[in-house]
């Protein structure tokens, strides 16, 4: 591993002097990504000084604003802490670490260094990096890559504009590996399987895209993450509220654009053979991998298209922040659409010509209460005290799987513990 140092006072010729008496000499921290970062200060004098702490944070967005100092031990005239990333989970490569001393005397004042920050580089490879407004991309292998995945962000946030009324509220990167397995080493604690993860809280997303399948995979893949990542901004709640999967996967579907072949196949066959899944039963998480996988992407599509094709971007919006609110999925679907998932239902599978499904006869009510707790787009935020990121994951491009955008739903929380901070958090 490759030490970068975030360099606090190093060559600069003056050292700091602080207001009371305290002079740091130096300040800095030892970045080993993804592994550890070791924040050292050392005072010129500090027989004067009673206590020293430090103070971290990585920008994110969060629902909790809590920066909490870390007490480090002084020894002699230097303190040193480690954030041990292996012990927590790392932020992603492009996330932005910031830091502050605080340094009380003997006579209670306190002393704060100036605030000091370093980004996050995965510093294995020579990255180049092209931009759009609020998108940033950077990609190492493959000339044309970067500019072909960019122009498919763009236009997926376009779509996501024009058929969704759905803005990026803040700049988002994507960091695009030449192939997953790069990827995966970039991040602890990710599933082995694992080709594509977007950190919602950072708004950054890692997709590991062969140059090959670039254009067949790499484009639909990376805006239909971008859309989880979008519509997470959009819909962001910090009072438990949650989406069902066929919502946050059916929008994700439809930001990659014009279906593609194999989606048009099963909807051709579901419609056939009046094989569709009850749409209730994809409240929660699909099957990660196989063809009922693929068919629930697809199934959920449609039932999207004919949401904002029937109803229009004000209602899809509505619904959006209905259920940031925290309300239950049917309550939510009654409030703008005037009916239950089993009402969506019906109207959906008459818009397909088909006809009414059984639906058994004593659907107990779900209430809020009821609902799958499975996050299906991955965070907690059911958990008011939050000192977890989370991330989505992707499964990696194969030959066999051009299929593009299937996203599997598993979290996986990168949990801050043992670092005596609570970190605020994301999505
Ligand atoms: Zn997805």
Redesign the pocket.
Known sequence: MIIIVANGLLGLAAPLQAQSDITVTQNEALVDFPQSVTFQLELADASDVASVSLVYDVDRLSCLEANTAVPVELNGNRAEWTWEMVRSGNPPPGATLSWQWQITDRRGNVTTTPGQSHTFVDDRFDWQTVSAPNIRLHWYEGDEVGPMLLDAAVAGLDRLQNEMGITLDSEVQLFIYEESNDMRDAVLYIQDWAGGVAFSDYNIILIGVPPRIAESWGKPTVR??LA?LVIGQFGRSCVGGSRPTWL??GL?VYAEGEPSESIQEDLARGIENNSFEPVRSLNGAFSSHGPEAGIAYSQSYSVVKFLLESYGQAQMQDLLLTLAQGTGYDEALEAVYGFNVDGLELAWRKSLNLPPREIPPTPTAVSAQAVPTIEPFGLPESVPTETAAAA?A?PPATTNNPGG???N?TAFPLLLIGVGLVLRRRK
Do not use: K, Y
Request: aromatic share 0%; proline share 0%; net charge negative.
């Open positions: 239909h993450e989880h946050n996967e994700a989505t992707v955008g299937i996203c739903l």
